[in-house]
């Protein structure tokens, strides 16, 4: 059953682990976060994460990059596969190449610091609303077919041509979705970024091309090299043929 939007403003059912080195941070993020409907549990750096999620997961981790010991992407590379909860790098490194770093390697959003608590909640709840299965008829029939691959939208899995799990971020199976729900029609980076942000979110403006990279590699991976195609000035597309079966 799809978890729902609580009257907090939180979503109901959701966890949240934050990992910084800053106690004092970590408490006033913490509460703020309580506040607004979120079940929050702290950690201060990347062993104690380590111990919390083997405690018990968490759908969502806030994850700084400076720490003493293992940095914030060393911990980032540790949150992969099927399963892995969305992350949202919190840094006070906020140049154009430390957000394509945090980007590449994975993370769902990167916040720099110092952040104003309310964006760093719009985040959240963006982030957070991408990992619900779409609602509406299309979940009824939720297997869509492209060239042998096969993209399960209900339970969030894409399978390559061999019937193997391939693991994708929360951003990288919502961007595909939306390239095959689209048919191999052209959609723009504004379309994208509504599809995998959230039209609430406050991405960073390449960051779809990021996630498109990222995808590329994946799929190339598993000999999907020509699925997506670059439209100059316009967009993005599948170049093959959707089946919902």
């Known amino acids: ?14 966890s949240i682990l934050l990992v910084d080195d800053d106690a004092p941070l970590r408490a006033l993020i913490g509460d703020f976060l309580r506040n607004n409907g979120f079940t929050v ?49 919190l840094s006070a490194l906020a140049s154009d190449i430390d957000r394509i770093v945090g980007l ?13 608590p309310r964006e760093l909640l719009a985040r959240v709840r963006s982030v957070l609303r991408r990992r619900l299965p779409p609602a509406g008829p299309e979940t009824q029939a939720s297997i869509l077919a492209f060239a042998d691959w096969r993209l399960d939208e209900s339970g969030w899995i894409l399978r390559d041509p061999a019937g193997q799990p ?35 979110g406050l991405a960073y403006d390449r960051a779809i091309d990021i996630h498109i990279s990222r995808l590329r590699r994946k799929l190339q991976d598993r000999g999907g090299e020509d699925l997506i195609r ?11 043929p959707v089946e919902r079966l």
């Open 1 to 14: 059953m799809a978890k729902t939007i609580g009257n907090a403003g939180g979503v109901a059912g959701e």
């Open 41 to 89: 549990r702290e950690a201060e750096g990347g062993k104690a994460m380590r111990a919390a999620l083997a405690q018990a997961p968490s759908d969502l981790v806030i994850l700084d990059v400076m720490m003493p010991g293992e940095d914030g992407l060393s911990c980032l590379r540790a949150l992969q596969g099927a399963g892995a909860p969305a992350v949202i790098m």
């Open 104 to 116: 590449e390697s994975g993370a769902d959003d990167y916040v720099a610091k110092p952040c104003n």
């Open 166 to 200: 391939v693991t994708l971020s929360a951003s990288e199976i919502r961007l595909l979705a939306a390239l095959v729900r689209a048919r191999g029609a052209v959609l723009n980076r504004d379309q994208l970024m509504d599809a995998v942000h959230g039209i609430d």
């Open 230 to 240: 670059t439209v100059r000035g316009a967009g993005y597309g599948l170049t093959c």
